[in-house]
């Protein structure tokens, strides 16, 4: 039996605003526990919420990037529970109307094919504190520095169908916060959050019983959790069971979904607007100002790389889905070097030499004025592409730049015709079997050639100066 | 002296006749001899230290016109290292660290806080008998109510325990006990005082407001508690006048209108009496009597008590027990110690209106009660917006009868009723205000002032006029009913 897979994401993005979202307490990452609330986020009886604005601004950036509609009067709900992590015992959310509604985002697929996924609405909510169960035995610590930071909720439509299409999307959402400045989406510190609403059901059929799963951070484990999740659906419909619409929690160690609430046991949050907090109201004027102020965004990045530098729609690709990626690419080709060649480096070398000491590329300890001096050092004929690779590795472990290394190490291409001729006349003399064989057809030896004089010149001599003269030689 | 009025009081600093410490103590010693229970804290030695520092204000000429005047604070508003209980249980022990914007504005002018004044449990009730720091007694009578849930103020001020107290009224609770005590109270326009620091009970209704011996000393005070807190979205970015200035102007052709509904039946006949006998003065001094028609006004009750109780069951989730306030013995687990904090945190009243907002507010029941008595509220409000049209203010009762003996109102519903003309303009937001008529018996009659939104200059003035031609507001129950100063 076929199965169909259903994914929709909700993203929980946190706003890289300087206070909080209703009071201006500091939303600075790692304090001290509880030194970051003050009486609003402490709930304290009195006080009463007021929104920062500059949060608006960050939830119309994300709606316009998606071409999503602008509510101009959102209103703030209250969803109510208990929590102790949860000073009010209500979050401050937004329900009915919020800020960012129907948009849509374009992802590709591995095919190399691209899928438009439509975002349902994105709203505007403040975090709550954390509750820490194993610090002490017989208590549970609240801590409240978290309380009140901003976040924007995004929701997708159940538009992706496999766990990879899943990551594909969040990563592309991940990718265009960043873009736009209004999360630093850091994963490990939970600034993006993902939770994963997945069901199954048979070709051509309706939308099958859904399970959310919860507390996924990073986009290994969603592909994970995502790919359990259908596996354990299919395996109780295939024995004629049925799925219980829950939340069910994501264990990363155990790699299993467990269940944290059934539909039956989840609150009812008794949402109504807030009394204490105004509609937002949005001005065309403000809309305008935002949409000059919007960078570059991913897909206009991607078209330009390919209609402007020719790149090809994959290099394309890889090159915009991160915001520092493209940064650093750019700024190697604004100073001149070739963009095909530039591409191979940022995708090949450099982004392995990063994978393999698991830094990003704001890390990377080549920067991109010293790649570009390598690369245009093999533009130049300065150096082969091949000794580059060596040049680059010694510049990754710090041995110095691009040209004291060139310089140290005698790497410098031999571009003397003269003397790459007298190295090529001694291999011809040593090699008269194999120069016989080329000249009665066997073309596949210039190859063979090429290599001797490599190899004579330690690498340096020019690869086409070598081409030309064995050609000519040899004829 | 204590008989003075705050304007009155505001001359003899200024002469010198007394020193603010004098008037402080002679305040503090009557609060200390009372026993209407009108004061949940009295803060003597803050006073006394207030009052000195405002008598060097004065010496130095640095003072401000209110500098080194008395005053009650009602319990809800937070005092930085003072008690604010709300008049419940749950925050019996709680010491406030930060001040309310109108605790803020009072002490930037050097005012002298004498205490905080009783009632009713989170501001839900209409006799102060909600309180958990039990009753306050009508100084007029004192097996009376004072009206609720401002009674401690009402009391404090009509017993002249203090030249003025603050108040506030979310479906009537500064106009009624100021009926019911004989003094005259002030609900502005929502959004014209600060909520900031205010402890919620119903956001969208609650509103601070003056509680006086006269409408000009409510002038006075407005001026000091009124303007724009960027700490309350809610509050009007709008400029403040001067609301003694509107004192002066004539009434003459001013246009009132008596809404036939707050005259039909369940309105005692001695109120109505005098409520008539105050409207005919008031057609003497030249105004214009129009009868006016609010069909709405009968749904006021059921939408208020679907709407207060709906913000009431949010607002008041924050007490559970974690962070301050009162929490229960040994809780066994998290559910065990919100369930016996809340259970045994707040009074009777305050978990009925919990339950009846957290139901109405449930999946399968918004629509029903919560947007219906939205849809009521925008009703009400179009009701008065017609009647603008036609008149400049609205008069009648403030409550249907007088102040109700203490324990005689059982049934919460029937206490409800004693609301029904007030809780329309905290619907519609607009600005009310009750001035003392006369009496019934020996116990006060308010007169309801109501009118249009940012219409306090025109409600001052007209509440003034009519002051500067009866001494109602004058009659103090220290002398004994109808005795005159």
């Not at chain 1, 944290?260 to 937002?280: G, I, Q, T």
């Not at chain 1, 090699?431 to 690498?459: C, E, I, R, T, Y």
């Not at chain 2, 402890?199 to 002038?219: C, K």
């Not at chain 2, 809610?234 to 809404?259: E, H, R, W």
Request: include cysteine.
């Amino acid at each position: 039996m076929t199965w169909e897979t259903v994914i929709g994401l909700e993203i929980h993005s946190q706003l890289r605003t300087q206070s909080k979202i209703f009071s201006g307490a500091s939303t600075a990452f790692g304090s001290k526990a509880n030194t970051q609330a003050c009486a609003v986020d402490l709930g304290f009886p009195g006080v009463l919420p007021v929104l920062n604005e500059e949060v608006v601004k960050m939830a119309l950036r994300f709606g316009l990037s998606v071409n999503a509609a602008i509510n101009k009067n959102s209103i703030f709900a209250r969803k109510n529970y208990f929590y102790p992590d949860l000073p009010k015992g209500y979050q401050i959310s937004q329900f009915e109307i919020p800020i960012v509604g129907e948009g849509s985002i374009e992802i590709t697929l591995e095919s190399g094919d691209n899928k438009t996924v439509g975002i349902t609405r994105a709203h505007l909510e403040e975090d709550a504190g954390k509750s820490i169960h194993d610090l002490y035995d017989d208590y549970t610590a609240i801590d409240l520095n978290r309380a009140g930071t901003p976040l924007l909720e995004i929701v997708s439509e159940p538009d992706m169908s496999s766990a990879k299409e899943a990551v594909a999307y969040a990563k592309k959402i991940h990718a265009l916060v960043q873009y736009i400045e209004i999360c630093d989406g850091n994963m490990q510190e939970g600034s993006f959050r993902c939770d994963a609403n997945v069901s199954v059901r048979k070709q051509g059929e309706g939308l099958g019983t859904r399970a959310e799963l919860k507390n996924i951070n990073s986009f290994k484990f969603l592909e994970k959790a995502i790919n359990i999740e259908v596996d354990r659906q299919i395996d109780i419909l295939e024995e004629g069971g049925s799925v219980v619409q829950e939340t069910r929690l994501y264990d990363s160690i155990k790699n299993e979904t467990r269940s944290m609430r059934s539909k039956e046991e989840a609150n009812d949050y008794r949402y109504f607007p807030d009394p204490d907090l105004l509609p937002v109201v949005i001005s065309d004027e403000l809309l305008e100002e935002i949409k000059k102020d919007l960078p570059e965004l991913p897909t206009e990045k991607k078209i330009r790389f390919i209609d402007t530098l020719g790149l090809s729609p994959y290099d394309a690709e890889v090159l915009t889905s991160q915001k520092e990626v493209a940064e650093y690419f750019e700024s190697i080709i604004k100073q001149g070097a070739d963009s095909k060649l530039s591409a191979n480096w940022v995708m090949g070398d450099l982004s392995a030499a990063l994978n393999k000491s698991q830094l990003e590329i704001v890390d990377s300890p080549i920067s991109a004025d010293e790649l570009f001096l390598l690369i245009s050092r093999i533009t130049d004929n300065t150096i082969s592409g091949k000794i580059a690779k060596d040049v680059f590795k010694l510049m990754w472990d710090g041995k110095g730049s691009v040209d004291e290394i060139i310089d140290k190490q005698g790497l410098k291409q031999m571009t003397d015709s003269g003397a790459i001729e007298s190295i090529i006349d001694d291999v011809i003399a040593n090699n008269p079997g194999q120069v016989q064989q080329f000249k009665d057809g066997n073309s596949k030896l210039l190859g063979f050639f090429v290599g001797q004089v490599m190899k004579a010149s330690q690498g340096k001599a020019n690869p086409k100066q070598v081409n030309e003269i064995l050609n000519a030689k040899l004829s | 002296m204590h008989n003075l009025t705050v304007a009155e009081l505001i001359k003899g600093l200024k002469n010198k006749d007394f020193s603010s410490l004098e008037l402080t103590q002679h305040y503090l010693d009557r609060i200390n001899n009372s026993d209407l229970n009108a004061f949940i804290s009295i803060t003597e030695d803050e006073a006394l230290s207030q009052a000195k520092e405002a008598d060097k204000k004065i010496t130095k000429g640095s003072s401000s016109i209110l500098t080194g005047i008395p005053y009650a604070h009602k319990d809800i508003f937070c005092t930085k290292g003072v008690k604010t209980s709300a008049g419940s249980k749950m925050l019996d022990s709680f010491i406030s660290p930060y001040d309310a914007s109108v605790t803020k504005k009072l002490n930037n002018e050097n005012m002298v806080m004498l205490g905080k004044t009783n009632m009713d449990e989170f501001a839900m009730g209409s006799s102060n008998e909600n309180s958990y720091f039990g009753p306050v007694q009508n100084p007029w009578d004192t097996n009376k109510v004072p009206g609720g849930s401002s009674g401690g103020s009402a009391a404090a001020v009509a017993a002249r325990l203090s030249p003025f107290a603050t108040g506030t009224d979310t479906g009537g609770s500064i106009r009624q006990p100021a009926s019911l005590c004989g003094i005259t109270g002030l609900k502005p326009t929502y959004g014209r005082i600060s909520r900031y620091g205010m402890i919620a009970y119903a956001s969208s209704l609650d509103q601070a407001g003056p509680m006086t011996q006269s409408a000009e000393d409510a002038a006075i005070i407005l001026n000091a508690m009124a303007g724009f807190d960027k700490h309350d979205s809610t509050s009007a970015n709008k400029s403040v006048p001067d609301y003694t200035q509107c004192l002066k102007n004539s009434i003459n052709g001013l246009k009132i209108g008596l809404p036939k509904e707050y005259f039909s039946e369940g309105l005692d006949s001695g109120v109505e009496k005098i409520v008539m006998q105050s409207i005919k003065e008031y057609e003497s001094m030249g105004a214009e009597i129009k009868e006016v028609s609010l069909p709405n006004s009968v749904h006021a009750i059921p939408a208020y008590y679907i709407v207060a109780p709906c913000e009431c069951s949010s607002n008041l989730s924050r007490f559970d027990g974690v962070r301050y306030g009162y929490r229960c013995k040994d809780p066994k687990d998290l559910n065990d110690l919100y369930l016996r904090s809340r259970s045994e945190g707040f009074g009777e009243e305050v978990k009925r209106r919990i339950m009846i907002g957290a139901y109405a507010l449930s999946a399968g029941y918004y629509d029903a009660y919560y947007l219906k008595a939205q849809k009521v509220r925008q009703l009400i409000s179009e009701d008065f917006k017609k009647a603008f049209k036609e008149v400049d203010l609205i008069m009648g009762p403030v409550s249907p009868t007088v102040a109700f003996d203490l324990g005689s109102v059982k049934d919460p519903v029937s206490m409800y009723l004693a609301d029904i003309y007030t809780l329309s303009v905290n619907l519609a937001g607009l600005p009310g205000m009750s001035i003392p008529a006369g009496f019934s018996g020996n116990l006060p009659v308010g007169l309801q002032l109501i009118g249009n939104h940012w219409s306090e200059e025109l409600l001052l003035n007209a509440a003034h006029q009519f002051q500067k031609r009866t001494d109602w507001h004058n009659r103090s129950p220290a002398e004994g009913q109808g005795a005159r100063r």
